[in-house]
């Protein structure tokens, strides 16, 4: 029903001026951040429409950017031009996080066909073991036996329904039981092989189509070869409140960047909130590590008085509508109360 009314007042919004609005002097001192995380292999967007969307979905997104005349910025160029209120008209700047293995196969041959450049904010552990990422995975492969049932012994198990609170329970039940028994990735691994055999879901095919796997080394640096500009979104994936603990993420996301991109030393000063997870206490904390911009998970339009460590992003999905996407490219949807991603 809200979204619903959402929709109708966005609808008589743009009836009533919201063209006018992105040739407006008021939008062209605004820029849309733009993020995205997957674009589906497989049935990826069946499984979390929030996370991954299909080809065609993110296609059609850039077309309705090229239609609308949006200038699509690198997210550098666009920061600054937004600091001296140089944007041009309809600027928008489009982000991926996490960097998995279906950017480079899926979403980088659509911006090349659109000529539109992208941030790639790369968390690098995945990168360096080359195994599906364990959260997603896990929830990926008990969504794959849906409807069914399924031992678990290692909660004392031996028989749980995978209805949606089954699905829930047991995601919930084996992240704690790794975490109590301090499991490494190798032994995660482990863990969603048997789990897979269990739910009859050939895991080793998963792995042959990088199934929510990372890019690798090798793929990164094609993937900046490919005009990307790659930047930080730590090692683990992970935003410790500890000042030490959280420098050391950042400090080994960077080292493992520029191993990966030598001729990116100096340049990694751009920096993504894994899950949009910000505090306040990170803020001098990542000024000490020479980062310039911060985006969040906050939906909104940056300004010149957006503070630059909690920059505001879109983060498009299935279940947003043209109606509402478009809303956004022309600024009146920021108008409306929206909900964090």
């Known amino acids: 029903m809200l979204k619903q009314l959402k929709l109708g007042l966005l609808g008589s919004a743009e009836w009533l001026g919201g063209g006018r609005l992105l040739n407006s002097g008021w939008r062209k ?16 967007h069946l499984w979390n429409p929030q996370l991954y969307m299909s080809a065609e979905f993110f296609r059609r997104r850039l077309e ?20 001296s209120a140089t944007l041009p008209k309809r600027s928008v700047a489009i982000t ?12 980088l041959p659509e911006l090349n066909r659109f000529r539109f450049p992208a941030t790639l904010y790369l968390t690098t552990y995945y990168s360096q073991f080359q195994r599906p990422v364990f959260d997603g995975m ?24 995978l209805d949606d609170a089954g699905r829930a329970f047991v995601w919930e039940a084996l992240q704690s039981y790794t975490r109590s028994r301090g499991f490494r990735a190798v032994e995660k691994d482990a863990l969603l092989a048997s789990l897979a055999t269990r739910l009859h879901v050939d895991y080793e ?31 683990r994936h992970r935003t410790p409140r500890d000042r030490d603990l959280f420098l050391k993420e ?25 899950s949009g997870d910000h505090f306040p206490e990170a803020l001098p904390w990542l000024t000490s590590a020479g980062i310039r911009s911060a985006v969040t998970c906050e939906p909104g339009l940056a300004t010149r008085d957006s503070p630059p460590l909690l920059l505001p992003r879109l983060v498009d999905h299935m279940g947003l509508s043209e ?9 009146v949807a920021s108008w409306l109360p929206s909900r964090p991603a």
Request: aromatic share 8%; glycine share 8%; hydrophobic share 45%.
């Open 205 to 235: 095919e998963l792995r042959r189509k990088r199934i929510l796997h990372l890019l690798t080394e090798e793929e990164v640096a094609r993937v900046m070869a490919a005009g990307i500009d790659v930047q930080l979104h730590t090692h």
């Open 138 to 161: 896990l929830s990926y492969l008990l969504w794959k036996g849906r409807g069914g049932e399924i031992a678990v012994p290692e909660i004392g198990r031996d028989r749980l329904a």
């Open 64 to 83: 309705i950017l090229r239609s609308l005349e949006c200038a699509v910025l690198p997210l550098n160029q666009a920061l600054e031009q937004l600091r």
């Open 250 to 274: 950042l400090e080994d996301n960077r080292t493992a960047i520029e191993k990966m991109l030598p001729d990116a030393k100096g340049s990694l000063r751009h920096f993504c909130y894994p």
């Open 323 to 331: 109606t509402e996407f478009a809303a956004w490219i022309s600024g």
């Open 96 to 107: 991926f996080d996490d960097g998995a293995f279906d950017f480079l196969r899926q979403a």
């Open 29 to 44: 001192q605004r820029l849309l951040i733009l993020c995205y995380h997957g674009v589906s292999l497989g049935d990826e």
